[in-house]
């Protein structure tokens, strides 16, 4: 709800003589919504909803943790596809020492086998977005050219074409992580240079994807933070618009990320509604005016960003991003010519934060851990989150837009029609509910069914979702606040429309224009195709231009004459086009009679008369000005616009929020236009009355009807030619109908023996185990395709392995055994891998086990008894019989597995306890610090005193070490302690000052840090003794770390005998 009432708006044309009027919609009223099911829209070139552009998973298959029951309910129940994977050349390469093209080749003909080999290589989808982290692109000497060649050698030989990633974007979120590059203090300069350099990077990757004819889409840049308007519009200057001067020649899309804040103890900060639309439309427009084209868009992150409640899940929890999902998805449905794909930020099952959060899930997951099913400290089965209802309400939604309006910015409408079904969808943007007033032109077909699937989310509270069958078509339906409603009607008959209505944009050669108060802003729009008459000679002739003062001082008593010299023209028009059918426009006729309304004065008013009532052309509808403006809130919103010299009133009320939240205003107000009055080449004037600011965007929308032409149906292709399902759970099948412009897609599915199964809809539902054919026939029956079913005399069995016995910690021995508890669909092996604390690969021994639930024990022996030290690690897998690594279906791996040994641990008070010597020949308690991408290793060259110590070598970043509190004693840094950290440390490299820091850090309550205490110098191959003392300070009891740092790129170290003391005097 925004903090101002709307006014009705009208727009008043020669006084005294006639007035249209556009009512918009204030609180309280009523929203009239209209849908023409004669009228087949299109938006663009574009009339069929593409789902695989707007119904993805922002996960990839085969995700850590997930088995094949996940991905069926993904694909099947949910009727979503997976679409992006954070993987791609540069993390594979770890550095920028790139591999040949020949290496390439050979690494990828590899890949592919491996990939062909992989328990669930049938769920992939070339519909992914491949992206990666910046830190695994910009590396130590990397170098853009050389990168992009291997990039492009990635994508070409790693890939067979069906399985290529359509989509490339090289970075994930780069400029936001500049600084993470830039040594020291912030320096804005330097950050701006590491920006451009990313931007360099997506430039080479791209030239070099259109030099070998990659089928993948290079896009970028990924922009995590879109506020276009800050500081004046500095922030696109810097950011968007350099990285499109630089790198826009070779991007097939530009990306971008949309997120709603969402606090559930204060006022929301949203993007969705006005200010989403401001920041496409800018990207849009920029385009535009760049390359004469509007490149499309890739939004491969849009949702809602949480704040305010705890790690533990909730229904409430979950459920506050849903309404973000929606608000946006509208946005891009909208624009879905030119939108390449996009993906809500709904994760599948992110193992990863579930395992470091105690099974709790993720805020974006669809699913999270089953509490019941967690054994052995591993997850063995699974629950939908709320995020799944956003995939429920949509799964049915299919077909061919069908013309649907409202002049109600806040409420989004959008209309599918498939067959005798037609879904309605409604979203409604405001903090209030909101009353539909539904009409339908519905040209003699009758509903026979309704069903209404509803998604309410109250503020802080679990979503409201229903889905039921309506008694009788609702003429009103009431909206909740940011509720989102899908209507499926059934209608007796096939929906038939017989004439389209294209919706085209249009676009000026200017933008981001400042706002001076009483100057005029001037936008022209060119080419603009219109509904003319050319019978009617004020459509023909356009030599008049339009003045409002002169139709103001038409007296009523003219009227009657000034349109009957109108007539008189159109008369004349018309002999001279029956008379010169093919070329009446270079007649003499039609020179003299042009030559004739140029000479009389009272022709002049009466096409100004003319053009005051009908307009320029014979369009009955009404077009859309967006107007995106950056300015404070207090600064006037309204401007005087004038539409080829026509006042249009602009309406005080815009899509979403009053953006009060926000430093500044920026969004798109929506101008309701009476399409007469638009020109092929249109003219419109703002005028403001206050400076400030600037119009960012100014986008003109344009709907034309025309004639239907029907585009046959040319083949018809079933995705799969055979699959076998099990007989208990329902198995979705896709057909492809080409070409994909068919005017009609519909299709009839047929089961070849319903006793062993039924379709409907394409999908599968089996009743009995056997063979079944099931067909898909197109509307007209000149196309037919089938797919081979087998349906399984086996239930639905999640396949899972558990290690149920305490392998944590053993003493010196020469063999374990695992004790396993699994579930399997079918006979499978039980493999068992150890793995040393260096990442040697120890051996390997397998059991066969039979379909169904059970217990085994698998032992592996080696010829001699194990080294002593932690970090081995236990690897126990379900595989096929037989099979590697890559026929593995779930898996239970324990890191961190102590070999116990007989030495007494050291003396003294060493805080870090055995952790300070490394004599273990491994890493102990330490870990590598967050953002470590140098390299850090324990090895005996290293050592000080004893058998070992560790390496450091920062030429890929810095490498860190540090122990938590498991190490560390509770209640440690208090106000009055000191601390005394010495250590042995040798540097091998030359050069000058070199070095790094430590530092404590405590996490209870947000991050704090003890200060970093920096060492290092310029001696080199000696060791040299580092004391650091530290203070005490207030801090909790609990979650205090404690890491050791080096930062110089370039460099590499040895160091040994870390000692942490407390030397608080007594």
């Not at 919504?33 to 998973?57: M, P, S």
């Not at 989403?276 to 849009?284: F, G, H, L, V, W």
């Not at 002049?604 to 053009?611: M, S």
């Not at 909790?1036 to 460099?1051: A, R, S, Y």
Request: charged share 20%.
């Amino acid at each position: 709800m925004k903090r101002f009432k709307p006014s009705k708006a009208s727009v008043g044309i020669a006084l005294g003589l006639v007035c249209v009027a556009y009512t918009h919609v204030s609180l309280g009223q009523t929203a009239l919504v209209n849908v023409d099911l004669g009228k087949q829209l299109y938006v663009g070139d574009n009339t069929a909803l593409d789902r695989n552009k707007f119904f993805n998973i922002h996960s990839s298959p085969g995700e850590p943790g997930a088995s094949e029951q996940d991905m069926l309910y993904i694909k099947n129940e949910l009727n979503a596809q997976y679409g992006r994977i954070f993987w791609g050349p540069m993390a594979l390469s770890g550095s920028a020492n790139y591999p040949d093209t020949e290496q390439a080749m050979l690494d990828g003909a590899q890949s592919i086998s491996n990939a062909k080999a992989g328990a669930y290589y049938e769920f992939g989808t070339n519909r992914i977005v491949a992206t990666e982290h910046p830190k695994s692109v910009i590396v130590a000497d990397n170098d853009p050219v050389e990168g992009a060649r291997w990039a492009a050698d990635y994508f070409e030989y790693y890939f067979e074409e069906e399985r290529r990633p359509l989509f490339y974007e090289p970075m994930n979120e780069p400029f936001v992580h500049a600084s993470d590059f830039v040594d020291g203090p912030w320096d804005p300069v330097a950050n701006e240079a590491i920006q451009r350099h990313m931007a360099t990077w997506f430039a080479e990757i791209g030239k070099a994807f259109d030099q070998r004819g990659l089928s993948t889409n290079v896009i970028g840049f990924s922009s995590a933070w879109p506020s276009f308007e800050l500081s004046d519009f500095s922030h696109w200057q810097s950011r968007q618009k350099m990285f499109m001067d630089v790198a826009g020649d070779h991007m097939d899309g530009f990306s971008f990320h949309l997120y709603d804040g969402v606090n559930v103890a204060g006022q929301d900060n949203l993007r969705s509604g006005s200010n989403a639309e401001a920041i496409i439309d800018m990207i849009e427009a920029y385009s535009y005016i760049k390359w004469g084209e509007v490149k499309d868009h890739a939004i491969t992150e849009y949702g809602g960003i949480i704040d305010g409640y705890p790690v533990e899940y909730s229904a409430a929890k979950s459920a506050q991003e849903l309404r973000s999902y929606n608000h946006i998805l509208f946005s891009l449905l909208e624009r879905e010519d030119r939108v390449l794909t996009s993906t809500p930020f709904i994760t599948g099952i992110s193992k990863w934060f579930y395992d470091a959060n105690n099974f709790n899930p993720y805020s974006a997951s669809v699913l999270r851990p089953d509490p019941d099913k967690i054994t052995s400290n591993k997850v063995n089965g699974y629950l939908p989150t709320e995020k799944a209802y956003f995939y429920h309400l949509w799964s049915d939604v299919k077909g061919n837009r069908v013309a649907i309006d409202t002049l109600d910015p806040d409420l989004a409408v959008q209309a599918f029609n498939y067959g005798n079904k037609l879904y309605v969808a409604l979203n409604n943007y405001e903090d209030n509910s909101k009353e539909v007033d539904l009409r339908f032109i519905d040209h003699g077909n009758s509903v026979s069914q309704v069903r209404a699937k509803r998604l309410d989310v109250p503020y802080d509270q679990a979503a409201n979702y229903t889905d039921q069958v309506l008694a009788s078509a609702p003429s009103t339906i009431t909206m909740a606040a940011h509720e989102t409603i899908v209507l499926e009607y059934v209608f007796a008959q096939q929906i038939s429309p017989d004439s389209i209505v294209r919706k085209s944009s249009y676009y000026a050669q200017t933008y981001l224009q400042p706002i001076i108060e009483n100057a005029e802003l001037s936008f022209v729009f060119n080419d603009i195709d219109l509904a003319q008459t050319t019978t009617a000679f004020a459509d023909v002739y356009q030599g008049v231009e339009f003045d409002q003062s002169v139709v103001d001082a038409i007296k009523p008593n003219e009227v009657n004459r000034l349109t009957s010299v109108m007539r008189s023209f159109d008369r004349q028009l018309t002999n001279i086009i029956r008379k010169y059918p093919d070329a009446w426009r270079d007649s003499a006729d039609f020179a003299r009679l042009i030559q004739r309304a140029e000479r009389s004065p009272t022709t002049a008013k009466a096409l100004q008369y003319h053009y005051a009532m009908h307009g320029y052309n014979s369009s009955q509808g009404t077009a859309m000005l967006k107007m995106g403006i950056g300015r404070k809130h207090d600064k006037s919103k309204q401007p005087i616009v004038l539409v080829n010299g026509h006042r249009i009133e602009v309406p005080n009320d815009w899509r979403g929020y009053d953006q009060a939240a926000r430093d500044d205003f920026f969004g798109v107000i929506e101008i309701p236009v009476p399409a007469k009055f638009l020109k092929t080449n249109t003219d419109v004037a703002l005028t403001f009355p206050d400076s400030q600011g600037h119009v960012s965007s100014l986008i003109l929308e344009v709907e034309k009807q025309e004639s239907l032409h029907v585009v046959a149906v040319s083949g018809l292709e079933m995705q799969k030619s055979f699959v076998a399902i099990k007989k208990d759970r329902p198995y979705r099948l896709q057909a492809n109908v080409l070409p994909q412009t068919a005017t009609n897609k519909f299709l009839l599915w047929q089961s070849s023996d319903e006793s062993v199964a039924t379709v409907k809809d394409g999908v599968v539902t089996p009743v009995s185990p056997g063979f079944v054919e099931i067909s898909a026939q197109s509307y007209d029956g000149g196309h037919m395709a089938s797919t081979s079913v087998e349906v399984k005399d086996e239930l639905t069995v999640r396949n899972t392995i558990v290690i149920t016995n305490d392998v944590s910690s053993m003493a010196p021995t020469n063999s374990i055994t695992l004790d396993i508890d699994y579930s399997t669909g079918i006979p499978r092996d039980v493999a068992f891998e150890l793995i040393d604390p260096q990442g040697t690969w120890l051996g390997l021994s397998r059991v066969t086990v039979p379909a169904g639930e059970g217990t085994t024990q698998v032992t592996l022996s080696f010829a001699e008894t194990l080294a002593s030290g932690k970090g081995y690690k236990i690897i126990a897998a379900l595989r096929e019989i037989g099979g590697d690594w890559r026929t593995s279906v779930d898996g239970h791996t324990i890191t961190d597995v102590e070999i116990t040994s007989t030495n007494t641990p050291p003396s003294g008070n060493n805080l870090l306890a055995d952790n300070g010597d490394f004599e273990s020949g491994t890493l102990g308690d330490w870990q590598l610090v967050f953002g470590s991408n140098g390299d850090v290793e324990v090895s005996e060259d290293a050592a000080y005193s004893g058998n070992y110590g560790i390496k450091f070598d920062t030429t890929n970043g810095r490498a860190g070490i540090s122990v938590n509190e498991t190490v560390l004693p509770q209640s440690l840094i208090k106000e009055g302690k000191k601390f005394m950290l010495s250590f042995q440390l040798k540097r091998l490299t030359t050069g000058a000052w070199s070095g790094g820091m430590s530092q404590f850090i405590n996490l209870d309550g947000g991050w704090k840090s003890s200060g970093q205490k920096w060492f290092g110098g310029t001696q080199t191959g000696d060791w040299q003794l580092v004391e650091i003392e530290f203070d005490g300070l207030d801090w909790p009891d609990t979650q205090t770390l404690f890491e050791v740092n080096l930062m110089t790129p370039g460099h590499v170290w040895y160091a040994d005998d870390f000692t942490l003391e407390d030397i608080t005097p007594e």
